[in-house]
């Protein structure tokens, strides 16, 4: 078998590629039961924006995804391909497929976060006030509460950020639910 390590690195490849679009599936899947539920419950849910958010990368990984998928739909139809090749371009092509779906989604629902008593629930999961630290900006003036938050996760890198106009339930739901780091 002399294609035995370049189709073996196509496999490696596929996989890699199918395992990571999986896992954002499950974690888009989580981010929309932990609201589904908070709402469901009655407890109090405040609407904030993800400071992060930036429309442009998602209209990129949308067309850039949408280029590759018809391009590698193009040399299916071109080339005839053995069994091996055909399943892992149409492995490709499906995980490539369902990334674009979920670009989608997000171009729309990313930007909006829901702070709860129990954390912060955002696109792809929550940032729970006992695994995370919750700080808020530093207001310009000392009389007013500032609308930035800040969540720092254990090994993260940078702090997720999000701002809430309803101020006040913002910060009473954080002073009550926050622990106290040490």
Same mark, same amino acid.
């Given at each position: 078998?002399?294609?035995?390590?370049?189709?073996?690195?196509?496999?490696?490849?596929?996989? !890699?590629? /199918?395992?990571?679009?999986? #896992?954002?599936?499950?974690? +888009? =899947? %989580? *981010?929309? !039961?932990? /609201?589904?539920?908070?709402? #469901?419950?009655?407890?109090? +849910? =405040? %609407? *904030?924006?993800?400071?992060?958010?930036?429309?442009?990368?998602?209209?990129?990984? +949308?067309?850039?995804?949408?280029?590759?998928?018809?391009?590698?739909?193009?040399?299916?139809?071109?080339?005839?391909?053995?069994?091996?090749?055909?399943?892992?371009?149409?492995?490709?092509?499906?995980?490539?497929?369902?990334?674009?779906?979920?670009?989608?989604?997000?171009?729309?629902?990313?930007?909006?976060?829901?702070?709860?008593?129990?954390?912060?629930?955002?696109?792809?999961?929550?940032?729970?006030?006992?695994?995370?630290?919750?700080?808020?900006?530093?207001?310009?003036?000392?009389?007013?509460?500032?609308?930035?938050?800040?969540?720092?996760?254990?090994?993260?890198?940078?702090?997720?950020?999000?701002?809430?106009?309803?101020?006040?339930?913002?910060?009473?739901?954080?002073?009550?639910?926050?622990?106290?780091?040490?």
């Amino acid at each position: 078998m002399k294609n035995g390590p370049m189709i073996a690195l196509a496999v490696f490849l596929v996989l !890699l590629v /199918l395992g990571h679009t999986v #896992k954002l599936v499950f974690q +888009v =899947i %989580k *981010g929309r !039961l932990l /609201l589904s539920r908070a709402r #469901k419950s009655g407890e109090p +849910v =405040i %609407k *904030g924006v993800n400071a992060v958010y930036k429309m442009i990368n998602y209209i990129v990984a +949308v067309v850039t995804e949408a280029l590759f998928t018809g391009f590698i739909g193009w040399n299916i139809l071109k080339y005839k391909m053995d069994i091996i090749s055909a399943v892992l371009i149409w492995t490709t092509v499906l995980s490539l497929g369902l990334s674009t779906v979920i670009h989608i989604i997000a171009l729309f629902t990313e930007k909006n976060v829901y702070l709860t008593p129990s954390g912060l629930i955002y696109f792809l999961g929550r940032f729970k006030f006992a695994d995370c630290c919750f700080s808020w900006d530093s207001s310009d003036t000392p009389d007013s509460l500032s609308d930035k938050l800040y969540i720092y996760e254990k090994k993260a890198k940078f702090p997720f950020v999000a701002s809430f106009e309803d101020r006040e339930n913002a910060h009473r739901i954080v002073n009550e639910n926050s622990v106290k780091q040490q």
